[in-house]
């Protein structure tokens, strides 16, 4: 399905949070400035206890009420100051945070819904990391950096009006108000410019970072090939590279930081008002109570000196990150589902590839070579089909295009009568059900990977799979049984363990025609024997095609297609094929069955089986 | 102001290993060239605060001065300069601190991260194989970057205590009593510090765990895709996705809460102790026996928070220095640990005519008291090729270990000629000895790279001649962008198959003396499989050769094959002589090898295929010639297999 993206642009996403929650957006907001505005009031406030006290003092008054009052006004800001904080805060919690979990799940949501095109395409470690830094980054954005900046630059707002307004106030012209009308754009712009300069440095220097992390993590999975070919040294060298460039790069960061202009302009500032204020209170113009508003107004906003450009490059830093998601949530799907789906199908008629070719798609978008080339077959439906060729000769392709994962290129695939593009990916992957090559198998028990297709099994259902599927008996002798939760990526079951653990995922699923890819390579022949006579029952009445390089399942397929570097090279029964097709004779000639024949044929072969594992993996 | 630190709010407590006086030294230690940069950037910061300490004197003057009848503006303007002059000084210094810093901290994280690196590489692989790759790699990257903010904060800890003092002294200078009620704002620096490490650290845990399960699911998720679109589980996953999801907002939302509840903490009490202050200069003013001037008063409003945020900075910084130090610890262990498998003094290279292998009462076992190996003993003639069979455990792959020497067994010996591996230069034996491994692993990077690894100077051309000649230039070719193909997560878009020939294709072409196959060819189909043998054939066949596998076909070309089970060495000899002895290889071979449910086939197919396969095999010449590339490698491959291999 082409995905409709919800957002257009990255600020459509960046700032996707505040639209959903208007009204307490405003009030957060609202509150914040607020809360400018308290910080701020505390700094003039100041200035009028002083005021008090200098009168206190020339007419050794003692303390005065009015001074009093200030003190206790001024503890009332800093209490008032701590609620509405606290109320921005949480407003600011509720909204990012929020939006933060449901982002993270939509985005989820997308990519897992997106084709296996995409999932071809893109490393999941990158998209593990959008999903948990990009989205968090996006977040810091809004809170704390959006927050911290709207009172930062409330702050400076205040400020700047307070300072213009001292003159104001005792009817004069506005010369503070001129001094910090060119002070604080200034001192805005350098921000704003530091901000700018670092940025891309910083973005480059985490990617050198990645980079860095890449090549040390790679070098450590691989060790033992490193070890094996003596290339520690190129190793070290690979690695200097990178970490060369890193130190350059937080180096270049950490200078970018010194000389901070801004601090600058606000000293100059300050010392500007600070003579232009003394010389009005010496001129009895002002109270000196003023001098010290004008001081601590500027202190106060000193205080955001160091916050303002780093948060800035927080949000100009989100911006990128939303801008790289968008960039993935928009990903248009080739492939689509149908607008009026057939839901009727006959998934046990014949199945017809006419003339289907496929091309994955590389990382750059295109389609540069064909794994399947202009193939035509038909299986006719309930018959058993053996698939064999080469690497690389389309045998998982075909499997993958039954299964809907991938749409043809060209052609079409058609299954009683019904164009498989037409029906919805679900009703095709509820009816076919496929048994991979690389089993996977989740980090959940024994039971829920069983279970995976149909979680409304009974237990009794499961243990059934399992014991058609020869998995019981290993089951069993576990200490948890069905309960043992398999490791990380199910690596503490051996090859053939897990295998058998995948054939009785889809037996237990129940599909309609069922495609096996070389399910039983590291299952040894014993198991492999017991499965094949449990699987028979399965393939009754059913069309099932199975990858395999096992003799027996060739000699008992009702067809065996042959394919090589994407073409059709032959189809038939096995005693066509062999006098027919030379290419079914060099392949048979090399099955290593095929050579025991001839073992067979001298001595007697026996099972002993006493002398039988029940584990898989051959090894 | 400065916001607490968030990187030291993130790191975990630990148990150091160490006391904390070690972990002081070595970092010194190993500031090495840097620290003479790093002591003259130390003076530079103090030197900057103290210029930064005085300028609200300036200030306080100035009020007092301004009070004062009959002042001149110039001596305004000269306060005015002087508050300028100090602070652009300390801005310069400053500055010039944070330049040269930012140089040498760089530089330090760099050296440290290559000496870690370095000895990461040369590590036994014993301790690779008891750690997460992700582990290891976070000591070079997250763990020397925390050193490095160690170091900057040891720098600024001299300057922020300093100015804790000096402000505590221009204050008491000011007024013993101003200077006392500045202590209010130490009960709260101690609260938000037990906060933190109590309450705070438990709820950051709790909620870096929880952002942790998310972020495993997605992961599972992800590599799992596939699965569950072919049984319509896309719902579930998703759903057992929102549940964490909503598990971690909740954590994050009151860690947010907390860091939330911070900063209206610091502020408020900021202003409240100016309140204070006030309150105290105020009543001390007004009193009758008053020195106090009004700009002193002021000075100790601004001073207050010159007291109090360097003290919060001094108590956030303790969690980071923390974190630092449990680093050092980590990295201490690393660069510490000397690596059991290196170059002994008296190491030679591999001499030229050393050649076959032996192994002399061999025991290893990777941990104690579960012995791999028992007392192994086995010759291997020069340029022979040998197989070792055996269950599951039965310590084949582990043979393969040792005579890479990633391991040194416990006793015995393994010698190649006369020479005993353990005398062998590392480089040189890695050069004579390729294995392939049963699990081979594939480098990010393009196919060309992966083949050329231990060959860079190799050409495309010859590396596509070798891939043709094993049969995998076939599916390089239709690969999205060839043999340019970028690998990515170790070659997740190719088969097991695919995987493993490629890492055979990299082997061969670094011409190993002496070849180990360890497994390697397991799942690639029969037809694949004979064209790598033939190929290993052609190229290998004079060399000495180990082979671990569970396929007849290998086995049977073996001069000798090697018996194992649970460590033990317990049959050796030839396939023939092995069957006719009856014991454990006749019931491995009837397990494995034999097609053991020939009886099930009908006696008529049975015979098809018998009369058939003697055709094929009678008739050798037939495919080859046609079409080279293709058909021709295939057609002596059926005809090696009779014994007529040509092309040697």
């Given at each position: 399905m082409v995905n409709v993206n919800r957002y257009k642009t990255a600020n459509d996403y960046q700032l996707s949070a505040l639209r959903r929650y208007p009204a307490l957006t405003v009030v957060a907001v609202g509150l914040a400035l607020f809360a400018s505005l308290l910080t701020t009031m505390s700094s003039w406030v100041l200035g009028d206890a002083v005021d008090e006290l200098a009168l206190a003092v020339e007419g050794d008054l003692g303390l005065t009420a009015g001074f009093i009052q200030s003190c206790w006004y001024i503890l009332g800001i800093a209490g008032l100051l701590f609620i509405t904080y606290i109320v921005v805060g949480y407003a600011f919690a509720i909204i990012t945070l929020r939006w933060e979990r449901d982002a993270r799940q939509e985005f989820f949501d997308v990519i897992q819904k997106n084709s296996m095109t995409f999932h071809d395409q893109v490393d999941s470690k990158q998209l593990l990391a959008v999903a948990m830094q990009d989205i968090r980054w996006v977040r810091f954005s809004l809170n704390p950096a959006l927050?911290?900046?709207?009172?930062?630059?409330?702050?400076?707002?205040?400020?700047?009006?307070?300072?213009?307004?001292?003159?104001?106030?005792?009817?004069?012209?506005?010369?503070?108000?001129?001094?910090?009308?060119?002070?604080?754009?200034?001192?805005?712009?350098?921000?704003?410019?530091?901000?700018?300069?670092?940025?891309?440095?910083?973005?480059?220097?985490?990617?050198?970072?990645?980079?860095?992390?890449?090549?040390?993590?790679?070098?450590?999975?691989?060790?033992?090939?490193?070890?094996?070919f003596g290339t520690e040294r190129v190793e070290m060298k690979k690695f200097e590279k990178v970490s060369k460039e890193y130190q350059r790069l937080l180096t270049k960061e950490g200078r970018?930081?010194?000389?901070?202009?801004?601090?600058?302009?606000?000293?100059?500032?300050?010392?500007?008002?600070?003579i232009y204020v003394a010389n009005q209170v010496m001129e009895g113009m002002f109270p000196i109570g003023t001098l010290v508003k004008a001081i601590a107004l500027l202190a106060a906003v000193d205080g955001f000196s160091h916050m303002l450009p780093r948060f800035l490059l927080v949000i100009r830093g989100g911006h990128v990150n939303a801008k790289r998601i968008v960039k993935i949530l928009s990903w248009e799907d080739p492939m689509e589902e149908p607008t009026n789906p057939v839901k009727k199908i006959d998934w046990k008629a014949d199945i017809v590839f006419e003339n289907v070719s496929f091309g994955y798609t590389s990382s750059d978008g295109d389609v540069n070579s064909y794994a399947l080339k202009d193939l035509n077959f038909k299986i006719p439906g309930g018959s058993r089909v053996a698939l064999i060729g080469g690497p690389g000769g389309g045998k998982t392709t075909i499997l993958k295009l039954l299964l809907r994962l991938y749409d043809p290129s060209e052609g079409r695939i058609i299954i009683g009568n019904t164009n498989l593009n037409k029906v919805h990916t679900k009703d095709v992957r509820d009816a076919v059900g496929l048994v991979e090559q690389n089993v996977f198998l989740f980090r959940k028990s024994i039971k829920g990977n069983i279970a995976f297709g149909r979680a409304d099994a009974s237990d009794e259902e499961i243990e059934k799979a399992a014991e058609r599927a020869q998995a019981a008996e290993f089951i069993d002798e576990l200490e948890e049984g069905y309960e043992t939760v398999i490791g990380e990526r199910g690596m503490t079951l051996s090859g053939g363990q897990r295998q058998r653990l995948a054939i009785a995922r889809t037996i237990l699923q129940d599909p309609k025609i069922l495609l096996l890819d070389d399910s039983a390579s590291a299952i040894d022949a014993r198991t492999e024997y017991l499965l094949r006579k449990a699987l028979d029952e399965v393939m009754h009445d059913r069309t099932s095609i199975t990858v395999t390089q096992r003799l027996r399942t060739l000699l008992e397929a009702d067809i065996i297609i042959i394919v090589d570097k994407g073409k059709l090279v032959a189809m038939g029964k096995h005693d066509e094929l062999l006098a027919t097709s030379k290419h079914y004779q060099r392949i048979f000639s090399h099955l290593p069955e095929a050579v025991s024949y001839n073992s067979a044929n001298k001595g007697k072969t026996g099972t002993n089986s006493e002398d039988i594992v029940n584990e898989g993996g051959g090894n | 102001?400065?916001?607490?630190?968030?990187?030291?709010?993130?790191?975990?407590?630990?148990?150091?290993?160490?006391?904390?006086?070690?972990?002081?030294?070595?970092?010194?230690?190993?500031?090495?060239?840097?620290?003479?940069?790093?002591?003259?950037?130390?003076?530079?910061?103090?030197?900057?605060?103290?210029?930064?300490?005085?300028?609200?004197?300036?200030?306080?003057?100035?009020?007092?001065?301004?009070?004062?009848?009959?002042?001149?503006?110039?001596?305004?303007?000269?306060?005015?300069?002087?508050?300028?002059?100090?602070?652009?000084?300390?801005?310069?210094?400053?500055?010039?601190?944070?330049?040269?810093?930012?140089?040498?901290?760089?530089?330090?994280?760099?050296?440290l991260q290559q000496d870690v690196y370095n000895k990461l590489v040369k590590a036994d692989l014993s301790y690779h194989h008891g750690e997460q790759s992700g582990d290891v790699t976070s000591r070079v990257t997250s763990d020397t970057d925390s050193l490095g903010a160690g170091i900057q904060i040891i720098i600024e800890l001299a300057s922020q205590i300093l100015l804790v003092i000096a402000t505590f002294t221009l204050m008491w200078m000011t007024s013993p009593f101003v200077a006392l009620a500045a202590l209010m704002v130490v009960p709260v620096v101690i609260l938000i510090m037990v906060i933190f490490g109590t309450v705070?650290?438990?709820?950051?845990?709790?909620?870096?765990?929880?952002?942790?399960?998310?972020?495993?699911?997605?992961?599972?998720?992800?590599?799992?895709?596939?699965?569950?679109?072919?049984?319509?589980?896309?719902?579930?996953?998703?759903?057992t996705l929102?549940?964490?999801?909503?598990?971690?907002?909740?954590?994050?939302?009151?860690?947010?809460?907390?860091?939330?509840?911070?900063?209206?903490?610091?502020?408020?009490?900021?202003?409240?102790?100016?309140?204070?202050?006030?309150?105290?200069?105020?009543?001390?003013?007004?009193?009758?026996?008053?020195?106090?001037?009004?700009?002193?008063?002021?000075?100790?409003?601004?001073?207050?928070?010159?007291?109090?945020?360097?003290?919060?900075i001094l108590s956030m910084n303790a969690t980071q220095f923390q974190a630092s130090l449990a680093s050092m610890d980590r990295l201490m262990d690393v660069l510490e640990a000397e690596p059991k498998v290196r170059d002994s003094d008296n190491a030679s290279p591999l001499k030229d005519d050393s050649d076959g292998i032996r192994f002399e009462n061999v025991t290893f076992s990777y941990l104690e008291g579960s012995e791999v190996l028992r007392d192994v003993s086995f010759t291997i003639e020069p340029e022979k090729m040998v197989a070792i069979v055996g269950h599951t455990g039965a310590g084949k792959s582990t043979v393969a270990s040792l005579l890479s020497r990633f391991y040194d067994p416990q006793e015995g010996n393994v010698l190649i000629g006369d020479q005993n591996i353990k005398d062998i230069k590392l480089a040189s034996l890695h050069d004579s000895l390729a294995l392939i491994a049963q699990e081979p692993y594939l480098f990010d990077g393009t196919i060309y790279d992966n083949i050329r690894y231990a060959c860079p100077s190799a050409s495309n051309e010859e590396i596509m001649e070798l891939s043709k000649m094993i049969g995998a230039h076939e599916f390089i070719e239709v690969l999205p962008a060839g043999y340019d193909t970028q690998l990515i997560e170790e070659g997740k878009n190719l088969s097991a198959g695919q995987i493993q020939m490629i890492?055979?294709?990299?082997?061969?072409?670094?011409?190993?003396?002496?070849?180990?196959?360890?497994?390697?060819?397991?799942?690639?189909?029969?037809?694949?499989?004979?064209?790598?043998?033939?190929?290993?054939?052609?190229?290998?066949?004079?060399?000495?050769?180990?082979?671990?596998?569970?396929?007849?076909?290998?086995?049977?070309?073996?001069?000798?094959?090697?018996?194992?089970?649970?460590?033990?060495?317990?049959?050796?000899?030839?396939?023939?002589?092995?069957?006719?002895?009856?014991?454990?290889?006749?019931?491995?071979?009837?397990?494995?090898y034999s097609h053991q449910s020939a009886s099930e086939i009908s006696e008529d197919t049975m015979k098809v295929a018998g009369k058939e396969m003697n055709k094929v095999e009678k008739k050798p010449g037939m495919t080859s010639g046609k079409t080279p590339g293709k058909m021709g490698g295939m057609g002596s491959g059926a005809m090696h297999r009779q014994g007529q291999g040509h092309g040697k």
């Amino acid at each position: 399905m082409v995905n409709v993206n919800r957002y257009k642009t990255a600020n459509d996403y960046q700032l996707s949070a505040l639209r959903r929650y208007p009204a307490l957006t405003v009030v957060a907001v609202g509150l914040a400035l607020f809360a400018s505005l308290l910080t701020t009031m505390s700094s003039w406030v100041l200035g009028d206890a002083v005021d008090e006290l200098a009168l206190a003092v020339e007419g050794d008054l003692g303390l005065t009420a009015g001074f009093i009052q200030s003190c206790w006004y001024i503890l009332g800001i800093a209490g008032l100051l701590f609620i509405t904080y606290i109320v921005v805060g949480y407003a600011f919690a509720i909204i990012t945070l929020r939006w933060e979990r449901d982002a993270r799940q939509e985005f989820f949501d997308v990519i897992q819904k997106n084709s296996m095109t995409f999932h071809d395409q893109v490393d999941s470690k990158q998209l593990l990391a959008v999903a948990m830094q990009d989205i968090r980054w996006v977040r810091f954005s809004l809170n704390p950096a959006l927050r911290n900046i709207i009172m930062a630059i409330g702050s400076l707002i205040i400020a700047s009006i307070l300072l213009a307004w001292i003159d104001i106030e005792a009817g004069l012209f506005p010369t503070l108000g001129v001094i910090v009308s060119i002070g604080s754009p200034l001192y805005l712009f350098f921000a704003y410019r530091y901000a700018v300069a670092i940025e891309p440095v910083r973005r480059e220097r985490s990617e050198q970072n990645e980079k860095m992390t890449a090549v040390s993590q790679e070098v450590f999975r691989g060790i033992e090939v490193v070890r094996a070919f003596g290339t520690e040294r190129v190793e070290m060298k690979k690695f200097e590279k990178v970490s060369k460039e890193y130190q350059r790069l937080l180096t270049k960061e950490g200078r970018l930081a010194a000389f901070y202009i801004p601090n600058l302009i606000l000293t100059l500032t300050t010392a500007v008002a600070f003579i232009y204020v003394a010389n009005q209170v010496m001129e009895g113009m002002f109270p000196i109570g003023t001098l010290v508003k004008a001081i601590a107004l500027l202190a106060a906003v000193d205080g955001f000196s160091h916050m303002l450009p780093r948060f800035l490059l927080v949000i100009r830093g989100g911006h990128v990150n939303a801008k790289r998601i968008v960039k993935i949530l928009s990903w248009e799907d080739p492939m689509e589902e149908p607008t009026n789906p057939v839901k009727k199908i006959d998934w046990k008629a014949d199945i017809v590839f006419e003339n289907v070719s496929f091309g994955y798609t590389s990382s750059d978008g295109d389609v540069n070579s064909y794994a399947l080339k202009d193939l035509n077959f038909k299986i006719p439906g309930g018959s058993r089909v053996a698939l064999i060729g080469g690497p690389g000769g389309g045998k998982t392709t075909i499997l993958k295009l039954l299964l809907r994962l991938y749409d043809p290129s060209e052609g079409r695939i058609i299954i009683g009568n019904t164009n498989l593009n037409k029906v919805h990916t679900k009703d095709v992957r509820d009816a076919v059900g496929l048994v991979e090559q690389n089993v996977f198998l989740f980090r959940k028990s024994i039971k829920g990977n069983i279970a995976f297709g149909r979680a409304d099994a009974s237990d009794e259902e499961i243990e059934k799979a399992a014991e058609r599927a020869q998995a019981a008996e290993f089951i069993d002798e576990l200490e948890e049984g069905y309960e043992t939760v398999i490791g990380e990526r199910g690596m503490t079951l051996s090859g053939g363990q897990r295998q058998r653990l995948a054939i009785a995922r889809t037996i237990l699923q129940d599909p309609k025609i069922l495609l096996l890819d070389d399910s039983a390579s590291a299952i040894d022949a014993r198991t492999e024997y017991l499965l094949r006579k449990a699987l028979d029952e399965v393939m009754h009445d059913r069309t099932s095609i199975t990858v395999t390089q096992r003799l027996r399942t060739l000699l008992e397929a009702d067809i065996i297609i042959i394919v090589d570097k994407g073409k059709l090279v032959a189809m038939g029964k096995h005693d066509e094929l062999l006098a027919t097709s030379k290419h079914y004779q060099r392949i048979f000639s090399h099955l290593p069955e095929a050579v025991s024949y001839n073992s067979a044929n001298k001595g007697k072969t026996g099972t002993n089986s006493e002398d039988i594992v029940n584990e898989g993996g051959g090894n | 102001m400065a916001a607490p630190r968030g990187p030291a709010m993130m790191m975990e407590k630990e148990k150091r290993s160490r006391p904390m006086r070690v972990l002081l030294r070595s970092m010194f230690g190993y500031l090495g060239q840097f620290k003479r940069i790093i002591f003259g950037a130390a003076i530079l910061s103090i030197l900057a605060t103290i210029f930064l300490a005085v300028d609200p004197l300036v200030l306080s003057w100035g009020i007092d001065l301004v009070m004062e009848p009959g002042t001149d503006l110039n001596n305004i303007l000269i306060l005015g300069a002087l508050f300028t002059g100090l602070k652009v000084t300390s801005w310069v210094l400053a500055s010039i601190n944070t330049w040269i810093m930012a140089g040498a901290q760089a530089g330090f994280v760099r050296s440290l991260q290559q000496d870690v690196y370095n000895k990461l590489v040369k590590a036994d692989l014993s301790y690779h194989h008891g750690e997460q790759s992700g582990d290891v790699t976070s000591r070079v990257t997250s763990d020397t970057d925390s050193l490095g903010a160690g170091i900057q904060i040891i720098i600024e800890l001299a300057s922020q205590i300093l100015l804790v003092i000096a402000t505590f002294t221009l204050m008491w200078m000011t007024s013993p009593f101003v200077a006392l009620a500045a202590l209010m704002v130490v009960p709260v620096v101690i609260l938000i510090m037990v906060i933190f490490g109590t309450v705070g650290q438990r709820i950051m845990l709790a909620t870096h765990r929880a952002a942790g399960k998310v972020s495993g699911q997605i992961a599972e998720n992800l590599g799992g895709v596939q699965v569950a679109k072919a049984f319509n589980r896309e719902k579930e996953t998703s759903s057992t996705l929102g549940e964490l999801n909503e598990e971690a907002y909740r954590h994050g939302f009151k860690f947010m809460m907390l860091m939330t509840l911070m900063q209206p903490l610091i502020r408020a009490t900021g202003i409240a102790a100016v309140s204070a202050i006030l309150f105290v200069g105020g009543t001390l003013i007004t009193g009758s026996t008053s020195t106090l001037t009004l700009g002193e008063v002021f000075l100790g409003t601004i001073l207050i928070q010159r007291f109090f945020m360097p003290l919060l900075i001094l108590s956030m910084n303790a969690t980071q220095f923390q974190a630092s130090l449990a680093s050092m610890d980590r990295l201490m262990d690393v660069l510490e640990a000397e690596p059991k498998v290196r170059d002994s003094d008296n190491a030679s290279p591999l001499k030229d005519d050393s050649d076959g292998i032996r192994f002399e009462n061999v025991t290893f076992s990777y941990l104690e008291g579960s012995e791999v190996l028992r007392d192994v003993s086995f010759t291997i003639e020069p340029e022979k090729m040998v197989a070792i069979v055996g269950h599951t455990g039965a310590g084949k792959s582990t043979v393969a270990s040792l005579l890479s020497r990633f391991y040194d067994p416990q006793e015995g010996n393994v010698l190649i000629g006369d020479q005993n591996i353990k005398d062998i230069k590392l480089a040189s034996l890695h050069d004579s000895l390729a294995l392939i491994a049963q699990e081979p692993y594939l480098f990010d990077g393009t196919i060309y790279d992966n083949i050329r690894y231990a060959c860079p100077s190799a050409s495309n051309e010859e590396i596509m001649e070798l891939s043709k000649m094993i049969g995998a230039h076939e599916f390089i070719e239709v690969l999205p962008a060839g043999y340019d193909t970028q690998l990515i997560e170790e070659g997740k878009n190719l088969s097991a198959g695919q995987i493993q020939m490629i890492s055979i294709a990299r082997t061969m072409l670094a011409d190993p003396k002496i070849l180990i196959l360890d497994e390697a060819t397991s799942r690639l189909d029969a037809y694949s499989e004979s064209l790598v043998q033939e190929a290993q054939e052609r190229l290998f066949s004079k060399r000495t050769t180990i082979v671990i596998a569970h396929r007849l076909s290998t086995i049977a070309k073996a001069s000798r094959i090697l018996v194992f089970d649970h460590g033990k060495l317990v049959e050796q000899g030839t396939n023939e002589e092995l069957l006719s002895l009856g014991g454990r290889y006749k019931a491995l071979y009837d397990t494995y090898y034999s097609h053991q449910s020939a009886s099930e086939i009908s006696e008529d197919t049975m015979k098809v295929a018998g009369k058939e396969m003697n055709k094929v095999e009678k008739k050798p010449g037939m495919t080859s010639g046609k079409t080279p590339g293709k058909m021709g490698g295939m057609g002596s491959g059926a005809m090696h297999r009779q014994g007529q291999g040509h092309g040697k």
